[in-house]
């Protein structure tokens, strides 16, 4: 793969993404104008382009286009200055609330509601297990049932988004990959992803019975590995793993035999997907959303990284594999993740359309300007 040397700034890059994010949903934002959206768990990764999309929207028209947002969170995984930076615009509001407690007596009447609220890194929802399930099942549980409380009244919730992920697939058998929604996973409920993996699969049982029993607006996505913008560097996950090794100017240390495959969604693909589902994603079905292919090996990322990274930045160094000293860090990781993304293609109109080279790029640009992350 070629690259061209630095030509943008972090700013640029996410200036970018969000003007593509925005182009992208005119139909589903223009559908929210006028009303309130809450995301609990927003100050996340995803919560980076979740949040900033709707406020780039609400500069780009009149009062009456303008979407209300309010994001409760707990920050266990720390306070964002990106979203510190945002606490004095007037269409945002942020609470420190966590989703597991009961909610806030002033709770306002919300049109939509995104449940984002549960670590996704590995090796922070082990350090959380419990955390972790009580977010998936009992905030949820909370979640929903504000949903019926407000059913027969002026303002019904017209839209709710639940977070599961490709992890509810657990390591699918070979002739299921790539996988398509349908497939009922191969997962272990007592090995160490399982409090992530298991509370996610309940999480998903309780959104379909409230769906069908409540005819209730309750949609779920499935995110296959997301990248990008807004993943801090310190999260532990592959990419912000690698681009720290690279800005340090150390050797990118690979933790696996390199062997594991993946494809990469590009963060302003998913975020387009994921409010498209919550808007036009039919109630009580879950949706793959992420990338067909290219699938890649871990050893083939560490070197793409390493190329870009030597054409971007003038990297020097190369890749070395290294055991981890977190002794469940490969366990029950899956050998290959890919999915079929039919249903949303033809449901939703979702498209992805930004290239892993062209991902890859964006984020090793954006990690230059965001070197320096919270260790949470
Ligand atoms: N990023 C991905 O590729 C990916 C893949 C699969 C699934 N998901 C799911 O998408 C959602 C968001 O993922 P992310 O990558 O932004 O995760 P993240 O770990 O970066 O952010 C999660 C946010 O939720 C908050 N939170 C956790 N527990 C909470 C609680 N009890 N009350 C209130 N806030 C709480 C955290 O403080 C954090 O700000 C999660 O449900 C995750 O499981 C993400």
């Known amino acids: 793969m070629m690259t061209s040397p630095i030509t943008q700034s972090a700013q640029q890059v996410v200036a970018q993404d969000l003007e593509y ?6 139909d589903e934002f223009s559908r929210m104008a006028g009303k309130k959206l809450l995301i609990v768990g ?16 609400n500069k780009t028209g009149g009062d009456d286009h303008v979407i209300d947002l309010t994001v409760y969170d707990n920050y266990i995984r720390g306070v964002p200055d990106w979203l510190t930076a945002l606490a004095d615009d007037a269409n945002l509001t942020l609470v420190r609330h966590d989703i597991t407690e009961p909610l806030p007596t002033d709770i306002d009447d919300f049109h939509y509601i995104i449940h984002a609220a549960s670590i996704a890194s590995p090796t922070y929802y082990r350090k959380y297990p419990i955390e972790t399930m009580d ?9 929903l049932e504000y949903c019926l409380a407000r059913q027969d009244s002026r303002v019904p919730v017209e839209g709710f988004l639940f977070y599961s992920t490709s992890e509810i697939y657990g390591d699918p058998t070979p002739e299921d990959i790539p996988t398509p929604e349908t497939y009922r996973g191969n997962v272990s409920c007592t090995g160490p992803r399982a409090c992530y993996d298991e509370s996610k699969r309940y999480g998903e049982t309780l959104c379909v019975n409230f769906a069908r029993q409540y005819k209730l607006p309750i949609k779920i996505a499935r995110p296959f590995n997301n990248y990008g913008p807004g993943l801090k560097i310190t999260d532990r996950r592959v990419l912000p793993d690698f681009a720290r090794n690279v800005l340090a100017g150390e050797d990118i240390v690979m933790l696996s035999d390199g062997r594991p495959t993946r494809t990469f969604c590009y963060i302003a693909d998913a975020v387009v997907g994921y409010y498209k589902i919550l808007i036009k994603g039919q109630p009580g079905e879950a949706y793959n959303i992420g990338v067909e292919s290219p699938e890649i090996s871990m050893a083939q990322l560490a070197d793409y990284v390493t190329d870009f990274a030597r054409d971007l930045f003038g990297y020097q160094g190369q890749v070395v594999r290294q055991m981890s000293q977190d002794k469940d860090y490969l366990a029950d990781n899956p050998n290959r993740r890919c999915p079929v993304i039919d249903k949303a293609r033809t449901q939703l109109g979702y498209n992805p359309g930004i290239s892993l080279e062209e991902g890859l790029k964006r984020s090793l640009l954006w990690y230059a300007d965001n070197a320096d992350a919270e260790e949470a």
Not at 135 to 143: D, F, H, S, T
């Open 42 to 57: 927003g100050a996340g990764f995803l919560g980076y382009y979740l949040v900033q999309s709707i406020l780039f929207w």
């Open 21 to 26: 994010i925005c182009a992208n949903l005119h």
């Open 135 to 143: 977010a998936n099942v009992n905030g949820l549980r909370i979640l």
